[in-house]
């Protein structure tokens, strides 16, 4: 990995771990004023991990798009 794909590996854990928390705190809120939950355990959990995932991704695509690079056989 470069560089730059480990400064993105690490930008976008910390965007998948600050959504995991949002989600938490919001299905917690939910939790204590109206004793049901919004948003179910699995879904907290998955979209902590898909988020983290799409943003390197993306932010990795946006960096080759930026610096020409070229897929092998193109």
């Known amino acids: 990995m470069t560089?730059?794909?480990i400064l993105n590996s690490k930008k976008a854990t910390?965007?998948?771990f600050?959504?995991?928390m949002l989600f938490?705190?919001?299905n917690?809120?939910?939790y204590l004023l109206m004793d049901e939950n919004v948003i179910s355990?699995?879904?907290i959990f998955w979209s902590g991990?898909?988020?983290s995932f799409g943003y390197n991704a993306?932010?990795?695509l946006k960096d080759n798009k930026n610096n020409g690079y070229k897929r092998p056989g193109s």
Do not use: C, D, H, R
Request: proline share 4%.
């Open 3 to 5: 560089e730059k794909q």
């Open 14 to 16: 910390i965007f998948g």
């Open 18 to 20: 600050f959504t995991y």
């Open 24 to 26: 938490s705190a919001i």
């Open 28 to 30: 917690y809120f939910s």
């Open 41 to 43: 355990s699995p879904i």
């Open 49 to 51: 991990l898909l988020v």
């Open 58 to 60: 993306f932010l990795n």
